[in-house]
DNA sequence: ATGCTAACCTGCGCGC
DNA sequence: TGCGCGCAGGTTAGCA
């Protein structure tokens, strides 16, 4: 479930309840995640979180002894519930806080993870993601210009190619058919055809339509939660995603939708070329 | 390297 | 009503 939008969206409600709290005990009820839950999460038990901060679609909580990474897979969300509820069917993970709030993690699929990094070290998976869409051009690298290079001579479609971690992170389905909406680009496009200008056109709509949809809270299609338990409202201001086979909001024309990369992809075949 | 597929897992909506 | 199928905000391993 969770793109760039829901993770940050997350971060920003959990951040004043964990910064600087001492973890008072963990609870894990389903360790078999996407990979095992990490061991070092069992004994976080007395310490204080030091920081948050995410990276692509992941989550970072930082102690003294080193980073817990949370990913929130398909159908993970994270939400602050007070010490008395009971735990719920897919709640998988307590952090007991010193406050009386207990953060939750529920995920139906468990496609999520949460694992460990030691300090000065980086986990693959981290250590191998692309530039942050959101970064001033300065900080992240990323820009027209790097698109277009890398994009130099590959036949993959444009939408696979923005969805690739290694190309940029953060962009998942719904966000990568909205923002080739915007742009007015076909996703089925080679990336290697797409001309320089053109990829300014799209990094600017990437950027537009993330900002927007963190502003909305994320977007919320089934399970997506907030912290406080509340859905995102950008699900709204969908152009594309799930409209397949409805009228274009801006041509009328009628959507088509097809299958990349075992996804769904909508587009307006008058308006996207 | 590139590019594609299957796989992880549960729940829901649809057609029969 | 019940059952089987296909689909769902992600990512990686494995193959040609």
């Given at each position: 479930m969770p793109e760039l939008p829901e993770v940050e969206t997350t971060l920003r409600g959990i951040e004043p309840y964990l910064l600087n709290q001492t973890i008072q005990g963990v609870v894990v009820r389903q360790p078999r995640l996407r990979w095992p839950v990490a061991e070092e999460v069992s004994a976080l038990a007395g310490q204080r979180v030091t920081g948050l901060s995410r990276r692509g679609k992941y989550l970072l909580v930082q102690f003294a002894t080193g980073t817990a990474v949370w990913h929130l897979g398909m159908s993970g969300s994270l939400r602050l519930v007070k010490e008395e509820e009971d735990p719920r069917i897919h709640d998988h993970i307590d952090w007991v806080l010193e406050s009386g709030w207990i953060l939750r993690y529920h995920d139906p699929r468990r496609f999520g993870a949460l694992l460990w990094q030691p300090p000065g070290e980086q986990l693959s998976q981290i250590a191998s993601l692309g530039p942050e869409?959101?970064?001033a051009e300065t900080l992240s690298g990323l820009s027209a210009e790097s698109l277009y290079q890398r994009s130099r001579?590959?036949?993959?479609a444009i939408k696979l190619f923005i969805m690739d971690n290694h190309t940029?992170?953060?962009?998942g389905n719904i966000y990568a058919n909205e923002s080739l909406f915007m742009a007015g680009i076909r996703p089925t496009t080679a990336a290697g055809k797409i001309s320089k200008p053109r990829f300014a056109r799209l990094l600017a709509c990437i950027r537009q339509v993330l900002a927007q949809a963190i502003e909305q809270g994320g977007t919320t299609l089934r399970d997506f939660v907030n912290s406080d338990g509340n859905p995102g409202y950008f699900a709204q201001q969908l152009q594309v995603y799930g409209r397949g086979g409805k009228p274009c909001r801006v041509c009328e024309a009628v959507l088509y939708e097809i299958r990349q990369g075992q996804r769904a992809t909508v587009y307006c075949p008058a308006c996207q070329k």
């Open positions: 869409p959101l970064l001579g590959k036949k993959q940029m992170v953060g962009v």
